[in-house]
């Protein structure tokens, strides 16, 4: 059992800059594949952007340039740095773990983004 926990939500200008943090449970966080996943309202939930147990990245397109993903092994926490907000950004955030395969097993509680035009 993996338990992720959400933090680092809040209210943005557009423009502005928020890290969103991950701390997870377990002793094999290292050999987790992590992902970002976010949902608006009204919109189904759609990929962010993950980071294997290597480090190898991937982003959505939406993002690509503007978020990064990175790992802190030591301290069993995946973070995502925003920058450059803009409106459509607003969402709850979520991140998610898995460890093979292309599902994700385990989901935070999500956290509440969101950004002022």
């Known amino acids: 059992q993996v338990q992720l926990v959400e933090s680092g939500g809040g209210l943005v200008q557009a423009g502005g800059s928020l890290r969103l943090s991950c701390a997870a449970s377990?002793?094999?966080?290292?050999?987790?594949?992590m992902g970002w996943f976010r949902q608006a309202p009204g919109k189904e939930r759609e990929f962010v952007a993950r980071i294997n147990w290597s480090g190898s990245t991937y982003y959505a397109d939406s993002v690509k340039g503007r978020f990064t993903i990175s790992r802190d092994n030591a301290k069993n926490t995946v973070y995502l740095q925003m920058n450059s907000l803009k409106p459509e950004d607003a969402a709850v955030y979520y991140c998610?773990?898995?460890?093979?395969?292309?599902?994700?097993?385990?989901w935070g509680q999500g956290t509440q983004v969101t950004v002022s035009s």
């Open positions: 998610a773990s898995r460890l093979k395969g292309v599902e994700y097993d385990y």
């Open positions: 377990g002793r094999t966080f290292s050999s987790y594949t």
